[in-house]
């Protein structure tokens, strides 16, 4: 957690007095604590392209994890206005341009969000491509990224299946996929909201196996 | 969490329909409007609850109890929760959709556990909320103070009787007393000891019991100082034997007779003799073990005992599914007590009509055969006489099926309706008769007498000459096994019955409607199973008769793979645990015992698996109209 103190000491300045910078003040979690003591927030975003050069967030989803349970009163989902047309990727996400251009702009979103991410840990299934765009709209917005901690259930996943020797195929790291690993049921997917909801039972599914009856730490799922 | 609520897009227009504040958590609220009880709820109450869950994951081996901190109602999302009591006990076992709340079974049933037995997605409603729900409606709170609870009670109304030696000894003492007079000849008084098959007699002197004499005595006493015949029975009897009120616990009877090394007791009944104990006496209270319930059998002198012993079995049944016993066991003990009750009237025929004049078998067909019989089973048998017989020697076996038949009749092993019984001429023949007989069917198959005839290529031995019912299957795998006619005409009965997959599809779209399918477990579910792997036993010369074992013996002989004959006997254990859970539930609410289901009442989880059952017997039927009737449609 120190490489976040580090690396937050260097935008100290810029982010004064912003959403971003009261997100900051929150404490970060200790990663020596039962994961069950740690507070979650799991995030999906939809994008109109994979590639954060040119696509856009359009959409975002959480909801939060705390003592090991998912809390559904704590589920959102927020539609991204959208600053170019949706175009071939309407498809995919089912989102028209016509619902985008009344959402809210991107910064309003990310401060709702880095209102209720103040001291979690967040979750997303491949970080690396929400983080992206999560980190566009920050750099946008307060001249920063976000810099929270984040777990990915897709790398956790991978490095257990390369652990175990197992083969991993194109689209065993699905979020299925996953989940199927782990008995969990079918569920409807591509929405930011569901997946995220998604993402947080296969979360809550990894730990559970992983620790055992044992205690099990934060850092150990980072 | 902050209390900003989300933007809603596609605002809905002024509609009088309950929406969710957040609509992405409609499956939530779907799945939950297709468990009970909370169909009852109003689509506003339950959408208010909704967003009121949490989800946990818990691995197989996780338990709830007493100590769990989080109360509420916890209900399964996927995966599987067994219920057990302090004794163990099963409960109940949960799936998909059912729910259970700890603290409320505690309340009710003492310490009651709850295990993860598969990996299981739970919405824990918190206890409030729940509360609140229970209060505001009626028809959910009464599912849980209802009916729910009655089942568990029902359940425990059938615990075995934990304290069965605290009974009185007169309840397992026989009143069926052989006496003697102290005057006797000790060689009169054995005669009669042999003839009632009793190992003791009390000896009387007048009105008084004087002594007991006992096999021991007579080894002891009699035999080993080698005592002339006309010795009288006072000379070597145990004089004034101790004795035991009847009113006294089996347990106090037990310390009674281990420390003083009694095998036998009398039983005084207000002061006179009124019955005795024995050591085996006391072993058999331990009624509800199947394998005591067989040798009671054995034990009885006629059908009204027999059938008193019989008609405990639908009670034992339940105990001993409660008590987590698998379909399989389940029917293999039903299959043994139906057979020591066959061979028990036979003796007793035998007892009344003498020897038999040559050797002979009774058979059983069918289910009986196969060691997977239930309650309710009707009785399928014949008789094979040796070749050798005389014409005027076929009577006594007419006089010995007629009383077997009744006998089972009267039991509760009714009257076979296509009349494949023993008493009936066609069913009693000579060996020789019988092998003509297969050939002929063998030969010219008809599809009326494929599906009359292939009850009867399931056949054992339950008593009599082994070698003759040897004999009679070996010509039946000798002529079978290369008649592709006489296969493709059984072919065509097992693929008579498809399963009844349709009935799930239409379950899933009219979820509400009325319709009242009932499903016939045996007729769709277990028959097709006995008969395609029937078929292919005979076509592949297995002599094997049970459904497993003939699967084992497909597989080792490579004429099946490991994964279909799994699949097959899964399916097959399954459908018959779902007839089991079944019939126990219709004997605990008095009914009388079906092989009928409603789809509607079994658990999601019984359902998905029941559809799988189907669907792995419909691609075994698949296979075998390609095998066995290719080009024939």
Partial sequence: ?222 | MSDDSGTQVAAAPESPLPRLAVPELVPVAEFLEQSLPFNELPRAELYQVVDKILVQYHCRGDVFNRGTMEAGLRIVRSGAVEIRDSDNKLLDRLGEGESFHIGGLNAERGEVQATVIEDALLYLLPDPVYRGLREGNRGFDRYFSGQRSRRLRRAARYQPEPNIMMQEVRTVMSTDLLTVQSTDSVQRAAQVMAQRRVSSAFVMEGDRLAGIMTDRDLRVRFVAPALPPETRVREIMTPDPETIDASQSIFATTLLMTQRSYHHLPVMVDGELGGIVTTSDLILAKQDDPVYLVQHISRQHDIEGIKGLVSGMANLMVQWVNSGMRAQQVSQILTAISDAVTVRLIGLAEEKLGPAPVPWCWLGFGSQARAEQLLGADQDNGIIIDDSVEPEQLPWFESLANFVCDGLNECGYVYCPGDIMARTPEWRQPLSAWRQKVRRWVTTPTPDAAMRVSIFFDLRSIHGSVGLCQQLQETMLTQSSGNSIFLAALAANALDTRPPLGIFRRFVLDRDGEHRDYLDLKKRGVLPITEMVRLRALANRISAVNTDERLRALVHEKHMTIVDSRNLVDALNFIQHQRINHQCGQIVRGEKVTNFINPKDLPKMAKEQLRDAFTIIDDAQSAVRQTYRAGMG
């Avoid at chain 1, 392209?49 to 909801?63: A, I, R």
């Avoid at chain 1, 003592?67 to 206005?81: C, E, F, N, Q, T």
């Avoid at chain 1, 910064?107 to 992206?132: I, P, S, T, Y």
């Fill in chain 1, 1 to 222: 957690m120190w490489m976040f103190r580090l690396r937050r000491l260097r935008y100290r300045r810029r982010v004064a007095g912003t959403a971003l910078h009261r997100c900051w003040q929150a404490p970060l979690p200790n990663t020596g604590k039962d994961w069950r003591q740690v507070s979650y927030l799991v995030v999906d975003a939809e994008m109109s392209s994979l590639d954060v050069s040119d696509g856009e967030l359009l959409s975002v989803g959480w909801v939060g994890v705390e003592a090991g349970a998912i809390r559904l009163d704590s589920a959102r989902h927020y539609l991204v206005k959208a600053e170019n047309s949706v175009g071939q990727s309407a498809a995919i996400h089912s989102l028209r341009d016509c619902e985008l251009v009344e959402a809210d702009t991107g910064a309003v979103v990310l401060e709702r969000f880095l209102q209720v991410a103040a001291g979690k840990v967040l979750v997303f299934h491949n970080a690396a491509l929400d983080m992206a765009f999560l980190n566009r709209v920050s750099r946008q917005a307060f001249n920063a990224p976000v810099l929270l901690p984040v777990i990915d259930t897709l790398l956790q996943e991978e490095a257990l299946l390369r652990r175990r020797g197992q083969p991993i195929k194109p689209g065993d790291l699905r979020l299925h996929a996953c989940r199927e690993r782990y008995n969990l049921p079918p569920y409807q997917g591509h929405n930011a909201l569901q997946d995220a909801l998604a993402t947080a039972e296969l979360l809550l599914a990894m730990a559970a196996h992983r620790g055992g009856r044992q205690s099990f730490t934060l850092g150990q799922l980072l």
